[in-house]
């Protein structure tokens, strides 16, 4: 009975901490409706690509998502979107939407910084401001600084965004 109880109470508590980093933030599932809001907020968008096989994906929900610091800046500054990175029929991961073909990539975790409109955040307006891969709470800060200011400066004024 002890065992039982034991394994019962693993499970609950393996299952409440897969969702941890979900608390305390509205992430959007449709890219439609990330873009509708992000108008609406006149907030850049953060949009994390996801894949079923990807290792660092689930690791940066778990260790990343669900701090503070992160949860504090993504409320204050950007509409956050989570998006399947597969194509059509090949999703393989569940309970998000798929990410516009446009805006797949080769690999996962990706994380990309937008406008409201998609709007690019670089200088020159060449291509999406996105980092791949894992990071350390201190350098995804550092990225969503980067990702402000830019946004700030580039298209501040036409969404009267200030930090």
Sequence with gaps: ???LLFLLFMIISCLSAEDEWKKGLDWQHEFDEAVQLANYHNKPIFMFLESRTCFYCPK????IFNQKEFQEK???YFIPVILDNSLDADSDVENTGQCPPRLTV???PAIYFMGPNEEKLSRKG???MIIYGMWDLKQMLEWMDD???KFEKL???KYDFKK
């Design 1 to 3: 009975m002890k065992k």
């Design 60 to 63: 940066l929900k778990e260790e």
């Design 74 to 76: 993504i409320k204050k």
């Design 106 to 108: 080769s690999m996962t």
């Design 126 to 128: 060449k291509k999406h």
């Design 147 to 149: 990702a402000i200011k």
């Design 155 to 157: 298209h501040g004024a």
